[in-house]
């Protein structure tokens, strides 16, 4: 595809339960972002590949996150024992290094 | 750490007007890259505008332009000509320049912009 693309869209899960939400980056950028994006909020950092490894995993909240990019492409982020808390738009970005990112549509994540 | 400001949650401008979004942000790099980001109902975050801190000139793109101060540590985003398509959020965001391809961007909490027919 053209752009950055995520799924599910939506996601309606029940506390407590294990999540796992996909990014599909632009074909050949190697730098993949993870955002997290809490109602009235601005997106805050996650965590970020440079091809398969995970450079900077600073902005993961605690240890039920988790992301991998096995293969240097699509990227999973894994949520363990959801909280109410986790409850936001979870953005991934894909950029070539040295150039701008794209922003995918985003993972809109509800913990009831 | 870096941290970015924006003091406006929501702003509302008359069709075919001028509007102002300010942003102030924090830093002790002298070398950084500063953003202004649109995010309309569908969620897709659209680069509107970037700054490189070392360029003293205000950047512009077509209608949008900025007014950066780095001694102010400010910098604000003019829409001129404001048009029904421009209503969204708007987001400053930052990045420093020395993280060896680490590109992460840390934003602002956003400025609801409404246009007014």
Redesign the interface.
């Known amino acids: 595809g053209a752009g950055v693309s995520q799924t599910p869209s939506n996601k309606v899960t029940e506390k407590g339960k294990y999540v796992e939400l996909r990014c599909d980056p632009i074909s050949g950028h190697t730098a993949l972002y993870w955002y997290r994006q809490s109602l009235g909020q601005g997106p805050e950092f996650l965590i970020y590949f440079q091809g398969t490894g995970a450079a900077d995993d600073s902005g993961l909240p605690n240890d039920r996150f988790f992301a991998v990019r096995p293969e240097g492409s699509v990227s999973t982020l894994k949520i363990q024992r959801t909280e109410r808390g986790d409850s936001a738009v979870y953005l991934c970005a894909s950029s070539q290094t040295g150039l701008q990112p794209f922003f995918g549509p985003g993972t809109r994540l509800t913990v009831l | 750490a870096q941290t970015?400001t924006q003091s406006q949650p929501e702003m509302s401008v008359q069709e075919a007007e001028t509007v102002t979004l300010s942003c102030t942000y924090d830093t002790s790099e002298s070398d950084y890259y500063l953003f202004w980001y649109k995010q309309p109902p569908?969620?897709?975050?659209?680069?509107v505008i970037?700054q490189e801190a070392y360029k003293q000139q205000n950047a512009t793109e077509n209608r949008f332009s900025v007014n950066f101060q780095k001694a102010a540590k400010s910098f604000s985003l003019k829409i001129s000509d404001s048009q029904l398509g421009d209503a969204a959020m708007y987001?400053c965001?930052y990045r420093a320049s020395t993280n060896f391809?680490?590109?992460?961007?840390?934003?602002?909490?956003?400025t609801r912009l409404t246009i007014i027919p």
């Open positions: 970015v569908s969620r897709q975050m659209i680069l970037r987001f965001a391809g680490n590109e992460k961007l840390t934003f602002g909490t956003g």
